[in-house]
T-cell receptor, first 114, second 110 residues
Framework: DAGVTQSPTHLIKTRGQQVTLRCSPI?????VSWYQQVLGQGPQFIFQYYEKEERGRGNFPDRFSARQFPNYSSELNVNALLLGDSALYLC?????????????FGEGSWLTVV | GQNIDQPTEMTATEGAIVQINCTYQTSGFNGLFWYQQHAGEAPTFLSY????GLEEKGRFSSFLSRSKGYSYLLLKELQMKDSASYLCAVGGNQGGKLIFGQGTELSVKP
């Protein structure tokens, strides 16, 4: 069975540009969450979507947005990129909404902003 | 506030046992998770504790005390491949949200 898949795996953007990251959850999983992991730190929660609705939002500026599609895949958009947005962006999926469910991570998208 | 503390680095010898501690203070609690993350890779799920006590899974065990805000991950019969970062995370009030510690970098030496 395919795990959580993310694309692209690596990308380089220039300050001020916009980026879209994509995620497909494990088949049957309806909840998708996004995390940002800066080198040397633990992942930081950005968003959670369940049944195509935003169910949680972390402490990130409005430049960050996301959505979930009818097939439960998801996109994370970041506008007006800053150097500090350089990080590993992780997508995680779980069966249900609550964090009591086991949460599985994808391999991540490495974003470098220059 | 939300605070999860774990040691930054630990070193242990192949074949030995190591215990990685995690203390937490969070506004909500929906279980405690441990993840393993090798350099350049995604975190992989190791364990989940929601009730007090010890959960054993092969060479790995995880303990939780909710009253003390404390957990540990115990790794037995250490192997070189266990060298990785170990992340402690608490399930928060917001559905699906995990609050992570900074991770403990474990180095296993021959």
């Amino acid at each position: 069975d395919a795990g959580v898949t993310q694309s692209p795996t690596h990308l380089i953007k220039t300050r001020g540009q916009q980026v879209t990251l994509r995620c497909s959850p494990i088949s049957g999983h309806k909840s998708v969450s996004w995390y940002q992991q800066v080198l040397g730190q633990g992942p930081q929660f950005i968003f959670q979507y369940y049944e195509k609705e935003e169910r949680g939002r972390g402490n990130f500026p409005d430049r960050f947005s996301a959505r979930q599609f009818p097939n439960y895949s998801s996109e994370l958009n970041v506008n007006a990129l800053l150097l500090g947005d350089s990080a590993l962006y992780l997508c995680a999926s779980s069966l249900q909404q609550g964090s009591g469910n086991t949460i599985y991570f994808g391999e991540g998208s490495w974003l470098t902003v220059v | 506030g939300q605070n999860i503390d774990q040691p930054t680095e630990m070193t242990a010898t192949e074949g030995a046992i190591v215990q990685i501690n995690c203390t937490y203070q969070t506004s909500g609690f929906n279980g405690l998770f441990w993840y393993q993350q090798h350099a350049g890779e995604a975190p992989t799920f190791l364990s989940y504790n929601v009730l007090d006590g010890l959960e054993e899974k092969g060479r790995f065990s995880s303990f939780l005390s909710r009253s003390k805000g404390y957990s540990y991950l115990l790794l037995k019969e250490l192997q070189m491949k266990d060298s990785a970062s170990y992340l402690c995370a608490v399930g928060g009030n917001q559905g699906g949200k995990l609050i992570f510690g900074q991770g403990t970098e474990l180095s296993v030496k021959p």
